[in-house]
């Protein structure tokens, strides 16, 4: 999950996907960013300006829809200054639509703890079974569907905020929700106050990566950020990414990877 404030505008989107979904979202991002020097694991969408990136964000915005859900808030027509808490009951909102019933399901809150206890609070409140929760400072540095969210959040803030959103035929959906589900959103807000309950993240490998190289191989391990304290990976070795690449079928993002 990410999400970005342009203006009065805040807009939350979560990218739900398989690890192996997240290989074919790496590939579209590698194949669409090469004409604009986009470069994933180092790039994120605040490196680019809006009207730079901005045919490059919706060919990966279109291609990769099927992952992707959003929802606005604007502080001129619906109040509440506090991005924090405003973040923490949109990202609820979205991860409670997409759990049905999945126990396997790991959310990842971009930054530190103190965005990651908000989200468990306000999620408690439209939940009594809680997901797996982990949070990973930088995320769209380090996994490719951290990365979407973050280009679809600053893209959908953008043109929200500049009136070139278009209702009629969007590119992504994005409702307001305090709008749309204001039953939902207070009881989200409500569970932002809840004192009994705890955050305790997921027991996910503790890694740091200071190049390009490492961070691939912090996601290939399936680690996390917590704080920048992690150490950095043992080694910066891509084989084995490589070769995974090639099992599944995707050369092309074997080669880009091969490379670096």
């Not at 009207?51 to 060919?59: D, P, S």
């Amino acid at each position: 999950m990410d999400a970005s404030t342009v203006g009065q505008t805040t807009v939350t989107v979560s990218a739900h996907a398989t690890r192996e979904q997240e290989i074919a979202i790496l590939d579209s991002i590698y194949e669409f960013g090469a004409e604009y020097g986009f470069k994933p694991f180092y790039n994120k969408a605040n490196d680019f300006d809006y009207r730079v990136r901005r045919k490059f964000t919706e060919n990966i915005l279109q291609t990769n829809q099927e992952y992707l859900s959003a929802f606005a808030h604007s502080q001129r027509s619906e109040g509440n200054t506090n991005t924090q808490q405003i973040e923490a009951v949109q990202s609820a909102l979205l991860v409670s639509d997409q759990l049905s019933g999945d126990s396997d399901t790991l959310a990842i809150v971009d930054g530190g703890e103190q965005k990651a206890i908000p989200f468990v609070k306000a999620l408690s409140g439209l939940q009594t079974d809680l997901p797996v929760v982990a949070h990973c400072l930088q995320s769209e540095y380090y996994y490719p569907s951290a990365l979407l969210a973050d280009l679809a959040a600053s893209h959908l803030a953008h043109s929200l905020e500049n009136g070139e959103y278009d209702y009629t035929d969007p590119l992504l959906p994005t409702p307001h929700a305090k709008e749309t589900r204001n039953s939902d959103w207070g009881k989200a807000f409500s569970g932002l106050y809840k004192n009994n309950i705890e955050y305790t993240p997921a027991e996910l490998p503790s890694q740091r990566g200071n190049s390009v190289r490492e961070r691939i191989c912090c996601w290939y391990d399936g680690a996390v950020m917590p704080d920048r304290g992690a150490e950095v990976p043992l080694s910066d070795s891509l084989n084995p990414i490589v070769g995974s690449l090639r099992r599944e079928g995707f050369e092309d993002l074997a080669r880009i990877i091969e490379q670096l």
